[in-house]
């Protein structure tokens, strides 16, 4: 067992630091600020103990996600910052304050009223200006509006009328149903500020709409493109004719045929959710075609048999990572585990035979939280990070890993890492470390007992944060909460033309080629309007060449339980979010087991792997064209819900993150250990 010991460290030392917290208060200069959109005003805030002296410790201070930045983000020793706030959006917002501790519990938090009046509005924007329409059409308009300040905003109250309501008038859903031929003046207003275009309504030349689908069977979650013309009497296609898609049809579930489910889209996409008859309708001007189709199960469920379990129960379980022997231990397996809210320690394991798990080592650090784990790719190098540390100094350490059964410390990683590294990844001699929440450091380690500084990557959008890092082929996907996804060239090499391998339809790579861990230059990213974006992981179709990221929720509307040892009840789901076109991407479908949470997720050829936390591991089929509720579409190839009656929480599942391994699944879960589980009948699949 190895320990890095802190100078003058003892039990008694903690226990006093961890009472004196629970008397510290917050002093703000002023009970509240009005800012300006775009203006900046400094306020003072103090953190006092019991006596109303300063604490002598340091505070986070944080501005609210896209509305407020705050600078400097950390307090001084003492326990007073000076901070600077901008505001960036209209509206109430607040600045937080949060004290650094060892145990979570222990934290104290505050924060201020900051308004910010909304600034007058300036102008508005049609999402389209046609100069025609044809009668009896419908058509769907936005308007975008936008204040003084140049903000896009949502809160503005859009009136869309028409100048002859008898020739086309909308209803309150902002559809222009054109009625007859004419001209008419449409016109968008909200508070004074109006926008006008004309459009003319011409004569419908309709006579007949052809409605053709390749297929006449599919399964659920199969995506069939309709193909639909308005042709007019001679037979020629009306391209720019607007066609209205529904369905209607019967289950093949319940004895009197009980509701069809699925979803078909503006461009004629249909996806089926449950199996049965369905009756796709396609329609314009008082013309319509129809097609019947069959739509059977998918049919994809295997049986999951669990091959073997490491129970854990003196500590939550954190992350997980796998890793084959080098070496004298070359043809051995072996895994490390993390562990959450307990005394720093990391577990490791020979797994080689995975029906007999053992742990082998421990290593501990001074942390209360190991959160993440992580092992390069040659075998050699591991690296634990550190959360809670009693000194407050946190960051990472690296390991010797060569040997699992003796693993040895190399050096401990901590410069500006007060506020703790909560996820890192290796890749290629360099340690991408998630720092204090709001950034990722990027520290070589060519030299593992001498590592160095040599980059970083921050957003520069008002209180910022980010969650995860995944690197693949030299691009790292960050997850930022609000901020969404982030990819980031930190060194990928540029895409050849000549090069026709399945990589070619990454079109990230092809904007590669810029960046280095020194020098990482962001290739594209979106945003998350739900501010949950937790996770991240790239997915480059084997079936169809699409090219997603998918983007992982976290949300705990209750608490976390384990903080008071009881269950949890979070929420969450995967985004999949279409990159084809890096500049647009937009999200396609989406993954979300219904009263359960969502954590770390990985992918392996055309599955997804996913710790749902108390909705246990799911494995999903993700082949083919992805669009919907993939959840209902019966995609779910397993599940496993791992509750233990001697769990560090008896009973109840709660699933970190799983990894692929040879024939393989691996997971861990947070109150019961690290788990083996294999796919029956399922083609073997790589070693990561």
């Not at 109250?157 to 002859?164: A, M, R, T």
């Not at 003196?314 to 992350?319: K, L, M, R």
């Not at 999903?620 to 993939?630: A, F, P």
Request: net charge neutral; with cysteine; charged share 25%.
């Amino acid at each position: 067992m190895k320990r890095i010991y802190v100078l003058f460290f003892s039990l008694s030392l903690l226990l006093a630091q961890n009472e004196k917290e629970d008397k510290f208060h917050f002093e703000f200069e002023n009970d509240s600020l009005e800012i300006k959109v775009g203006e900046e005003k400094q306020v003072t805030i103090r953190l006092l103990d019991k006596n109303g002296d300063l604490a002598q410790s340091p505070f986070y201070v944080f501005g609210q996600r896209k509305a407020l930045s705050a600078s400097p983000r950390i307090s001084d020793s003492t326990g007073i910052a000076t901070v600077k706030v901008k505001a960036f959006k209209p509206g109430k917002a607040y600045l937080r304050t949060r004290t650094i501790t060892v145990d979570r519990n222990d934290r104290v938090s505050d924060r201020m009223l900051i308004n910010v009046p909304y600034p007058p509005l300036e102008r508005l924007v049609f999402d389209k200006t046609p100069e025609k329409l044809y009668a009896g059409t419908t058509t769907t308009f936005s308007v975008k509006v936008f204040d003084k300040a140049k903000l896009l905003r949502t809160d503005a109250d859009v009136k869309l009328i028409s100048s002859k309501n008898n020739v086309a008038s909308f209803d309150k859903f902002m559809n222009l149903k054109a009625k007859k031929t004419g001209k008419i003046t449409i016109t968008a207003s909200a508070e004074g500020v109006k926008q006008s275009f004309k459009v003319s309504i011409i004569k419908n030349p309709t006579s007949k709409i052809v409605f053709e689908t390749k297929k006449n069977e599919i399964r659920t979650g199969d995506v069939l493109k309709l193909n639909v013309s308005a042709l007019d009497k001679r037979g020629k296609k009306i391209n720019d004719i607007p066609i209205e898609y529904s369905y209607t049809g019967s289950a093949d579930y319940g004895t009197f045929g009980l509701p069809t489910s699925g979803l078909i889209t503006d461009d004629g996409r249909f996806v089926a959710e449950t199996a049965g008859m369905y009756t796709l309708i396609a329609s314009s001007a008082g013309y319509s075609a129809q097609r019947t189709i069959k739509v059977t199960p998918r049919d994809v469920k295997k049986e999951i048999k669990l091959i073997g379990h490491g129970l854990i129960t003196n500590a939550f379980t954190s992350d997980l990572w796998v890793w084959p022997g080098i070496g004298k231990h070359e043809g051995k397996d072996f895994a490390v585990t993390g562990t959450w809210g307990a005394a720093g320690e990391a577990y490791f394991w020979d797994v080689t035979d995975p029906s007999e798990m053992k742990i082998i080592d421990t290593v501990t650090v001074d942390a209360r939280t190991v959160n993440d784990v992580k092992i390069s790719e040659d075998g050699r190098v591991g690296v634990i990070t550190r959360e809670g540390a009693s000194d407050r100094k946190n960051g990472f350490v690296i390991l010797d890993v060569s040997d699992p059964y003796n693993v040895e410390i190399t050096a401990a990683y901590n410069d500006d890492m007060t506020g703790g590294v909560h996820n890192a990844f290796i890749y290629e001699n360099h340690v991408y470390a998630v720092n204090n929440g709001r950034k990722y450091d990027i520290i070589n380690i060519d030299d593992p007992y001498k590592p160095l500084r040599v980059g970083v990557f921050e957003l520069e959008t008002p209180g910022h944060s980010i969650h995860d890092v995944w690197i693949e082929n030299g691009i790292a996907y960050s997850s930022n909460w609000g901020d969404g996804v982030v990819a980031v060239d930190i060194g990928s090499k540029k895409f050849e033309e000549a090069d026709r391998s399945k990589l070619r339809y990454n079109p990230l790579l092809a904007k590669a080629g810029q960046g280095s861990p020194s020098n990482p230059v962001k290739l594209a990213e979106m945003g998350d309007p739900t501010g949950r974006n937790h996770a991240a992981f790239p997915f480059l179709s084997q079936s169809t060449g699409s090219f997603y990221v998918i983007a992982g929720d976290e949300i705990f509307p209750w608490g976390i339980g384990a903080l008071k040892d009881e269950p949890s009840n979070p929420r969450g789901g995967y985004h999949f979010l279409n990159f084809s076109d890096p500049e647009n991407p937009v999200e396609e479908a989406i993954y979300q087991v219904p009263e359960a949470g969502s954590h770390n997720l990985w992918i392996f050829g055309d599955t997804l792997i996913t710790g749902n936390y108390q909705g246990g591991l799911r494995i999903v089929d993700i082949s083919g064209e992805l669009l919907g509720d993939i959840y209902k579409q019966g995609r779910e190839i397993g599940v496993y819900l791992s509750q233990h009656e001697k769990g560090r929480i008896p009973n109840s599942p709660m699933v970190w993150g799983a990894q692929p391994y040879k024939d393989y699944i691996f997971f861990a879960d947070m109150n019961s250990g690290l788990y083996c589980i294999s796919i029956q009948n399922v083609e073997k699949t790589e070693t990561p």
